[in-house]
């Protein structure tokens, strides 16, 4: 059997992968009969001599081939070249089950070269071969939970866990798509309730993202010259107890200096792909910096990182209180906003 997994949602694609694994491994022997194997420079008479070779004292053999689609891409006589492995697939051993993983190239990449591959249309029709591709699984429905809260509930429902709808909505909207760190937050999140249900104040308190998209707001306000909301953003932050005056100034500080370089970048004229590969950043995070970049220019952000660190300086050398410190740096940081943003 062979199977091909691929598309941008990665997880969901090494989680089908797991799952055909344990199916397979009826008897504790699939670890020592399983062979993976890069696809870039592999030839179809190398492939044929792994996916023939018989399992060793097993009743299976799993042959995972990463990225040969992908390194293949649609060439000229493509088929023609793969035609031994398409003629061969017919008589591959019932025992053995071939696996095609194209990795996404990048995380944002959803027009993935594999959906055209010459060589996928040849192999789909093959009667003995699956194809399942992975969208990225979307953050908002109509009229209805979205499928990120639809897969979070189901996957709750098989680990066991019980959480309040609310805090799937949380964890939905502030994760986003990021179905891995989901479902780590899920086990996070279940081990701290100790059995009870799962509940929003339990999302805000442990999850990081949240407290990350607490700060993005904080920044927002402060880059949009909003004084009053930044300060009520920080009380609510310093109040609670889920951040220090110390902490949010030095979250504040790594958000302005992400500020400098993505600016830099657009000023430059360069894009939000440039932004994402020089900064790292992908997802919800490149969103807002996106955002906050637009609306400021690099002088500002200069200029807000220098009060930063004179703030930094003033705790330091015991001038001021570090509550009082954070909250004058929030209200002198948000003067420092342009003037067309304050207007929006």
């Given at each position: 059997?062979?199977?091909?997994?691929?598309?941008?949602?990665?997880?969901?694609?090494?989680?089908?992968?797991?799952?055909?694994?344990?199916?397979?491994?009826?008897?504790?022997?699939?670890?020592?009969?399983?062979?993976?194997?890069?696809?870039?420079?592999?030839?179809?008479?190398?492939?044929?001599?792994?996916?023939?070779?018989?399992?060793?004292?097993?009743p299976?053999?799993?042959v995972?081939?990463?990225?040969?689609?992908?390194?293949?891409?649609?060439?000229?006589g493509?088929?023609?070249?793969?035609?031994?492995?398409?003629?061969?697939?017919?008589?591959?051993?019932?025992?053995?089950?071939?696996?095609?993983?194209?990795?996404p190239r990048?995380?944002?990449?959803?027009?993935?070269?594999?959906g055209r591959?010459?060589?996928?249309?040849a192999?789909?029709?093959?009667?003995?071969?699956?194809v399942?591709?992975?969208?990225?699984?979307?953050?908002?429905?109509?009229?209805?939970?979205?499928?990120?809260?639809?897969?979070?509930?189901?996957?709750?429902?098989?680990?066991?866990?019980?959480?309040?709808?609310?805090?799937?909505?949380?964890?939905?909207?502030?994760?986003?798509?990021?179905?891995?760190?989901?479902?780590?937050?899920?086990?996070?999140?279940?081990?701290?309730?100790?059995?009870?249900?799962?509940?929003?104040?339990?999302?805000?308190?442990?999850?990081?993202?949240?407290?990350?998209?607490?700060?993005?707001?904080?920044?927002?306000?402060?880059?949009?010259?909003?004084?009053?909301?930044?300060?009520?953003?920080?009380?609510?932050?310093?109040?609670?107890?889920?951040?220090?005056?110390?902490?949010?100034?030095?979250?504040?500080?790594?958000?302005?200096r992400?500020?400098?370089?993505?600016?830099?970048?657009?000023?430059?004229r360069?894009?939000?792909?440039?932004?994402?590969?020089?900064?790292s950043?992908?997802?919800?995070?490149?969103t807002?910096?996106?955002?906050?970049?637009?609306?400021?220019?690099?002088?500002?952000?200069?200029?807000?990182?220098?009060?930063?660190?004179?703030?930094?300086?003033?705790?330091?050398?015991?001038?001021?209180?570090?509550?009082?410190?954070?909250?004058?740096?929030?209200?002198?940081?948000?003067?420092?906003?342009?003037?067309?943003?304050?207007?929006?």
């Open positions: 059997m062979l199977h091909v997994l691929y598309g941008p949602d990665e997880f969901r694609a090494s989680e089908a992968l797991r799952a055909l694994r344990a199916s397979l491994d009826t008897d504790g022997s699939l670890a020592s009969n399983t062979t993976t194997i890069p696809g870039r420079n592999l030839s179809p008479n190398e492939l044929i001599q792994h996916a023939s070779a018989l399992p060793f004292l097993a299976a053999r799993v995972i081939v990463e990225n040969l689609l992908t390194s293949l891409g649609n060439r000229r493509l088929v023609d070249a793969w035609q031994p492995f398409l003629d061969f697939l017919p008589s591959m051993p019932e025992s053995n089950h071939v696996v095609l993983l194209e990795s990048k995380r944002d990449d959803r027009d993935s070269p594999v591959s010459s060589l996928l249309s192999l789909k029709q093959r009667p003995n071969v699956t399942t591709e992975f969208q990225e699984l979307k953050t908002w429905a109509r009229g209805g939970p979205s499928e990120v809260a639809q897969w979070l509930q189901d996957r709750a429902v098989r680990r066991g866990i019980s959480i309040e709808p609310r805090a799937i909505e949380a964890l939905a909207d502030t994760v986003g798509a990021n179905l891995r760190a989901l479902a780590a937050e899920l086990e996070k999140l279940a081990t701290y309730a100790n059995g009870r249900t799962v509940t929003a104040e339990d999302v805000r308190v442990l999850t990081p993202v949240v407290r990350e998209e607490r700060v993005f707001d904080l920044v927002d306000a402060i880059v949009e010259g909003h004084a009053s909301n930044a300060l009520k953003i920080l009380r609510r932050m310093l109040d609670d107890g889920s951040e220090t005056p110390g902490h949010v100034q030095l979250l504040v500080a790594r958000q302005l992400q500020l400098v370089r993505a600016t830099e970048i657009l000023e430059g360069g894009t939000q792909d440039d932004v994402a590969s020089t900064l950043v992908r997802g919800f995070p490149l807002k910096l996106m955002r906050q970049a637009r609306a400021t220019h690099r002088g500002a952000v200069e200029a807000a990182l220098r009060a930063v660190e004179a703030t930094d300086h003033s705790i330091k050398t015991g001038k001021l209180s570090d509550e009082l410190a954070i909250e004058l740096l929030v209200v002198q940081l948000a003067s420092l906003a342009p003037r067309h943003a304050r207007r929006r």
